[in-house]
């Protein structure tokens, strides 16, 4: 792995050349944005977008000419490419992992804002959009397609539009996924093992849990399955969600625990994913006021004496 990117860090070409195959390719799309993220933690902003912008440029001419469409590379730029460079940039600056990730769910308030300011109705726009993808550019492709196709896709696109509030949530996910890619990538080549107790001592802002409690609480005594609370408190369960693995890594480390727990924990949240994550959610909203892990390291020390 450290020969792996040295190689690609070693002139701007290389990273240019690898986050471009990269992005040709889905399977390996968070490769470009961990390259991207790699090159502006260790170089700063102004050399990650000189890798961004090129790779962006090349991949969307081939793209254009094998499938006549820039969608795939503007959704990637949009989605993963800006937002990583801004998050990278942000932990380059502050060296705070959870100062950068609340800057993440920062991002993904404002898009959710800015997507009410500019739609009155988020929830019709959404599924229109599905209209048009789902439907539309099907029936202009083919006529094998006949109503009784579209009225079923009727009754999936009121079960789609809904979740689709919760993209912005899933972009901050995304986005925290491939800079941690990028840290690692980072330690790998600077710092090994710094990822590891960064993460492990992630946590957020006391008053971040308040304005959390007060969006859940909103959601909870108005009912609001649908509408802006419900968004925001989406974004919260995603920042929360990374302070809770957190806390789990950190109390394995501090108990001298087996790395069995963290197997079983991960495969756990596979199979019962929403269950886990809750779990998950409130342990890291929790500990922002008893420090789990500081209680599991201060129990283990008087044993090592």
């Not at 701007?12 to 944005?33: H, M």
Request: hydrophobic share 55%.
């Amino acid at each position: 792995m450290h020969a792996f990117l040295s190689r690609i860090m070693r002139a701007r070409s290389n990273a240019i050349i690898a986050a471009t195959l990269s992005l040709l390719f889905p399977p390996f799309g968070f490769v470009c944005g961990g390259i991207i993220g790699l090159a502006t933690l260790k170089h700063g902003l102004t050399e990650g977008i000189l890798i961004t912008a090129p790779a962006m440029a090349l991949a969307g001419i081939i793209v254009w000419f094998t499938l006549d469409t820039t969608a795939p590379v503007m959704a990637f730029a949009i989605m993963t490419g800006l937002p990583v460079l801004v998050l990278a940039a942000t932990l380059r600056s502050t060296r705070s992992l959870a100062t950068t990730i609340t800057v993440a769910g920062l991002l993904g308030v404002i898009a959710i804002i800015g997507l009410h300011m500019v739609v009155d109705d988020p929830l019709a726009w959404w599924r229109n959009r599905l209209y048009e993808i789902l439907v539309e550019q099907p029936l202009n492709q083919t006529s094998a397609i006949g109503a009784e196709i579209t009225d079923n896709m009727e009754a999936l696109l009121d079960t789609l539009a809904p979740m689709m509030s919760v993209l912005p949530a899933g972009v901050v996910f995304g986005s925290v996924l491939t800079l941690l890619l990028a840290r690692w990538w980072h330690a790998v080549l600077d710092n090994p093992g710094g990822v590891g107790r960064e993460f492990r001592s992630l946590r957020f802002d006391r008053r971040l849990a308040i304005a959390a409690a007060v969006i859940a609480g909103t959601v909870i005594f108005a009912g609001q399955t649908i509408g802006i609370s419900n968004e925001f408190l989406q974004i919260f369960i995603v920042l929360y969600l990374f302070q809770g693995l957190a806390v789990i890594h950190g109390m394995v480390i501090a108990r001298e625990a087996s790395t069995g727990w963290l197997v079983s924990l991960y495969v756990l949240l596979l199979l019962v994913p929403a269950i886990v994550t809750n779990l998950l959610v409130i342990t890291g909203f929790v500990d922002t006021w008893f420090d789990f892990r500081e209680r599991a390291a201060n129990r283990q020390r008087p044993r090592n004496l």
